[in-house]
């Protein structure tokens, strides 16, 4: 199994960028598909994007698409959220996951194999 470990969370204004990376250790981790999830306080924890095992594969919640994109780096075990346009809605704690299945599973949130402690991201208006 992976332990993961999210990075670079932070305050920027809207419209601005910023870059999530997660580190993972432990076995096996191109065997799991890997994504990200945020929660605003308040709010349910929802789903933000996901990436298959090799890469070639991603999903993405319509709130997201063509502005962050997820990439990931299986000889350093890193999964990347990089993030451009941001909004006062992308407020909230990002926390980067890891699952066996790449399914519609991740848009239900329903994501078995770790999570991470999380990283929060303020977006000022």
């Known amino acids: 199994q992976v332990q993961l470990l999210e990075s670079g969370g932070g305050l920027v204004q809207a419209g601005g960028s910023l870059r999530l990376s997660c580190a993972a250790t432990g076995y096996g981790f191109d065997k799991y598909a890997m994504g990200w999830f945020r929660q605003a306080p308040g709010k349910e924890r929802e789903f933000v994007a996901a990436i298959g095992w090799s890469g070639t594969g991603t999903k993405y919640a319509d709130s997201v698409k063509g502005r962050f994109t997820i990439s990931r780096d299986n000889v350093k075990n890193t999964v990347t959220l990089q993030m451009s346009g941001l909004k006062s809605e992308d407020t909230g704690k990002y926390y980067c996951?890891?699952?066996?299945?790449?399914?519609?599973?991740?848009?239900?949130?329903?994501?078995?194999?770790?999570w991470g402690p999380g990283t929060q991201v303020t977006v000022s208006s």
């Open positions: 996951a890891a699952d066996l299945g790449f399914g519609d599973n991740w848009y239900e949130g329903d994501v078995l194999g770790a």
